[in-house]
């Protein structure tokens, strides 16, 4: 597939390769609709009414921002750059010198049209940069181009010493979705990248196509999709990288990405480091090398990566290593390949020097690289006493081993794990839409919030979609989530659970669920997108989401981008003037300083797909400007007892006491990385 060709084409492609998803019938998977249809698309058009932003002062800030209204053309001639990066900056942001900030969200849009830049667009923090998904906005650089990248979502300081904006393990909440991004008509010698994606926990990229100039390494290419140096955490699905050299410079702690695309690329996938990556359903085509971890030599500074559910396709080498018996650290270099093609690939793993270690030609159903264990009792004399302990002896290995059983409920067809891209309801017209301010929600932060919007799920037809539009909705007691419905919200609305006297929710010994998505023994279709759970003072008889209902089918029943944030943000009065942690005393836990009693439980009854959610209790302040470490004190994080069914990709719960997660006699799981870290 060339790398520059007419947008029709190209939209078609992009089509063809995402399939549609289903506003109908959410069951179906693998079809969405055409993304050159040019269809009006209802983010453009939808009434904007978030008003005052929560626990801010600023009358006059505007949440929703599209691009031409601050003076962009999108006519493939004029330089729109200052335009654009007006567009995410007005109104005294979180930028240089900020760290962090959850009261001034920008979401910022950009229709179709072609946008010439020559510095990179700048992404503040808490920014949703947003393109028109019917008739996907072109960001095209200029010849002249200079700039690491085009989308640039941490700046370095000039002459800072590789200093950044934001710390990249901090820098939380943001998306880009619905672009191309071309850098053709720069030199094809020109070290830039299409995104400079330095992120942690909330982000997002999804449905972009990343357009590099085709070239062997004789060229001097040296032309970039992604360049990701550093990081914790993430998720990313739906990219199309053609052409350059490198599609993705990948480093990161943990990441999860899906229905990643690489065409006439000479390096599909740089790995240059990370703790572990998930790879699900890659698909690399005519490309030089299709994953490079040889990073660091025989100091390798991979530390693990799981490939699932892919197809390698006339690539000279699928994956490279530098793996061996006397590599370190002892378990870095580690490698599954789970269920992947490589049929049209002559090497599925080699060395440097060309030494084929997994010959290609075939599907792999699985093999191993990596430390393997095993465990005995060891006997040990202690005086008269015979002790029994654990202890293990370990190994190295490369080679095929037993394929993992695998529960056919959470397979397609095929063979590979059931995925599902998130909604985004490209083919509803705005009509569809019923908004929660428009139904006597306030969201202020404030005013109690729990009858409007329990009147508004149960009035929701299956025909709609429920729009919570941007604030912070105040919940005292239970609402009941009925089975086929669709929510989304503007720009991560809060869900605030509240604390205060008279709440439901105060009680430790009798806690109560939030949010009930269904009751036990439905069965029906649910999605829930863009939302953030918090907490407005302690609540520790709060069950923050409880999820009982199974869904028709494999991803009928599901949330994508939905997040809990326990303490340290605006509003939520836990926060580093009360709460800032104290390492050096001794001290118990502090009453007005505890959260919830749990963040979600998944029922025996329920099955459910969950997509890049991040269970946070905050373990620093985002908003106050000391960002001080702090101790909340949360009970649970993921109780999952389901007997039906469940997904979780790009999932993360942490900073709670007892657990983050917790598999109670459940079947059916699967669980691609997740990161839990202690408080």
């Not at 190209?10 to 995402?18: D, G, I, P, Y």
């Not at 672009?179 to 909330?202: E, G, L």
């Not at 990370?274 to 085509?285: E, F, G, H, M, R």
């Amino acid at each position: 597939m060339p790398p520059v060709f007419k947008k029709l084409r190209l939209l078609q492609t992009h089509a063809t390769l995402f399939g549609h998803d289903s506003t109908s019938h959410p069951e179906h998977l693998e079809k969405r609709a055409s993304y050159g249809s040019g269809a009006p698309y209802w983010v453009e058009s939808i009434s904007r009414q978030a008003g005052l932003i929560p626990y801010q002062t600023n009358a006059s800030y505007v949440l929703y921002r599209n691009v031409k209204d601050y003076g962009a053309k999108g006519d493939g001639v004029t330089d729109d750059t200052a335009a654009i990066n007006l567009a995410i900056s007005d109104g005294n942001r979180c930028g240089a010198g900020c760290d962090s900030q959850t009261i001034t969200p920008a979401f910022v849009y950009v229709p179709a049209g072609t946008y010439l830049i020559s510095t990179p667009i700048v992404m503040y923090y808490y920014t949703e940069f947003h393109g028109d998904a019917n008739d996907l906005p072109i960001i095209k650089a200029t010849p002249g181009f200079k700039g690491i990248a085009l989308v640039d979502s941490d700046v370095y300081y000039p002459g800072g010493g590789g200093s950044n904006w934001y710390a990249n393990q901090n820098n939380f909440y943001r998306k880009v979705r619905n672009f191309v991004i071309d850098i053709t008509a720069m030199p094809i010698k020109s070290n830039t990248a299409c995104i400079h994606w330095q992120v942690a926990q909330a982000t997002s990229l999804q449905n972009i196509v990343m357009n590099m100039l085709v070239g062997d390494k004789t060229t001097g290419n040296k032309q970039q999709g992604i360049f990701m140096d550093n990081g914790s955490g993430g998720w990313m699905e739906d990219l199309i990288f053609n052409g350059g050299n490198i599609g993705f410079f990948s480093g990161n702690q943990q990441f999860t990405s899906r229905n990643l695309t690489f065409n006439n690329c000479n390096t599909a996938i740089f790995q240059n480091w990370n703790w572990v990556w998930a790879y699900k359903s890659l698909s690399i085509n005519n490309c030089g090398i299709g994953i490079d971890m040889t990073q660091g030599g025989n100091v390798i500074t991979t530390g693990s990566l799981i490939v699932q559910d892919g197809v390698f396709t006339n690539t000279q080498v699928g994956i490279m290593t530098t793996f061996s018996s006397n590599s370190t650290p002892v378990s870095a270099g580690s490698l599954v390949i789970d269920n992947v093609d490589f049929t049209g690939t002559m090497v599925a793993v080699q060395y440097p020097n060309g030494t084929v270690i997994l010959p290609g030609g075939s599907k792999v159903a699985a093999w191993v690289q990596g430390r393997v264990y095993t465990a005995y009792e060891a006997l040990e004399q202690v005086g008269n006493l015979t002790c029994y302990e654990p202890t293990a002896n370990s190994s190295r290995i490369q080679q095929t081993v037993g394929a993992p059983p695998k529960p056919s409920v959470l397979l397609t067809p095929t063979g590979t794990f059931w995925e599902r891209s998130k909604p985004q309801y490209e083919g509803v017209p705005v009509a569809s839409f019923i908004s929660a301010k428009s139904n006597g929600a306030v969201g202020d932060g404030v005013t109690d919030d729990t009858a409007a919007l329990q009147a508004l799920f149960n009035k929701a037809t299956t025909n709609q979609i429920v729009y919570i539009d941007h604030g912070a909705y105040v919940v005292s007691s239970t609402i009941k989530i009925p089975k086929n419905i669709r929510i989304t919200g503007e720009m991560w609305p809060m869900i605030m659970v509240s604390g205060n006297p008279g709440s439901a929710f105060l009680d430790q010994t009798h806690p109560q669920p939030v949010f009930r998505v269904g009751e036990p023994g439905d069965v029906g279709s649910v999605e829930m997108t863009d939302i953030v759970f918090e907490t407005l003072g302690s609540a520790p008889g709060a069950i923050i989401l409880q999820w009982n209902m199974a869904g028709t089918t494999p991803g009928a029943a599901g949330m994508w981008d939905v997040h809990w944030r326990i303490g340290g943000t605006a509003g939520t009065k836990l926060q580093s003037d009360k709460c800032t942690k104290t390492p050096l005393v001794s001290h118990g836990a502090s009453n007005g300083c505890v959260g919830a009693f749990l963040l979600f439980h998944l029922t025996a009854t329920g099955s459910v797909m969950m997509v890049n959610n991040w269970g946070w209790v905050s373990d620093h302040e985002l908003d106050i400007t000391d960002h001080n470490q702090i101790d909340i004190y949360n009970g649970r994080g993921a109780l999952i007892e389901t007997q039906h069914s469940v997904w979780m990709y790009g999932t993360a719960f942490e900073h709670s006491m007892l657990y983050n997660y917790q598999i109670a006699n459940a079947k059916n799981v699967y669980m691609s990385v997740v990161q839990s870290e202690t408080a």
